[in-house]
């Protein structure tokens, strides 16, 4: 089934098979692989008593932070059904304050309020919409005049090199954009969304965001494993081409 409707469908059937590998993976203060994390950048600030939603929340574990860090209302949306069960668990202890953790495609608005959150917020998930402009245009409905919207995903450049034999080759063009099974993904179906960092910037623009900062500076922990430049994410890779990049924005007060 080649609709956005299909990939949509395998995907989330995918997730729900894999959900367990990725359970507390890719969750805040992490922004992902090899980027400095939100206690270097600081780009949510003062998150007590803002009302918060994650796209693409996966097992809960960013929301829990911004638990800790004081949000006052948690609200997520993941399209795997495990997913949002395991968040469900996870965040019990913030019954009080988690509001609703919607099962739902982010390329569908679930029936979020509008133009009530402070943060809205992805990690590592954004990269899976098969329809960005629309993703963008949910997001922006949901957020506050004033609101800001802060995601990351990997680098579009980073799939696009390899080591091979005894250095890092371009294997792609970076300009090849648009929808296809992710390569990191060899064992199943997994479409994700293959655009250039301007691609994002410019749609941002278009939908209405004014950008406050774009992330592509890298990180390289010292206890980093070396010697396997091969791997998907290797820190000799990282010292050459970020792994992931991070876009900040604001929705205007007009
Ligand atoms: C790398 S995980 C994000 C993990 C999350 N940051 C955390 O703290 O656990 C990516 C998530 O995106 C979700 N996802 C994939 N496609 C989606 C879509 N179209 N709409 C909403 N969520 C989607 C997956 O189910 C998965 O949970």
Request: proline share 6%; net charge negative; aromatic share 12%.
């Amino acid at each position: 089934m080649a609709t956005t409707e299909g990939f949509i469908l395998s995907n989330k059937k995918s997730w729900d098979e894999v959900a367990p590998r990725f359970f507390g993976r890719t969750a805040l203060p992490s922004y992902g692989p090899f980027a400095p994390d939100e206690d270097k950048l600081n780009l949510l600030g003062d998150i007590s008593g803002a009302k918060v939603l994650e796209i693409g929340c996966g097992s809960g574990h960013s929301l829990q932070y911004m638990a800790s860090r004081g949000a006052e209302e948690l609200w997520g949306l993941d399209l795997s059904d495990i997913q949002i069960a395991t968040a469900k668990t996870l965040l019990e202890p913030y019954m009080a304050i988690l509001k609703q953790l919607f099962q739902s495609p982010m390329e569908q608005d679930p029936g979020l309020p509008r133009s009530y959150f402070e943060i809205v917020y992805s990690i590592y998930a954004i990269g899976w919409t098969v329809d960005l402009p629309t993703t963008l245009q949910n997001v922006y409905g949901y957020l506050k005049p004033g609101g800001i919207f802060v995601f990351s995903w990997e680098h579009p450049l980073h799939n696009r090199i390899k080591f091979e034999g005894d250095s890092f080759v371009v294997k792609k063009s970076y300009h090849e954009e648009g929808l296809h099974q992710c390569e990191a993904w060899n064992d199943r179906t997994a479409i994700v969304n293959q655009l250039k960092l301007s691609n994002y910037i410019n749609e941002l623009v278009r939908t209405g965001f004014q950008i406050e900062r774009v992330v592509e500076d890298v990180y390289v922990p010292e206890n980093a494993e070396i010697g396997n430049p091969s791997r998907w994410y290797s820190s000799e890779k990282a010292e050459l081409i970020p792994a992931t990049f991070i876009i900040k924005c604001v929705k205007p007060k007009k």
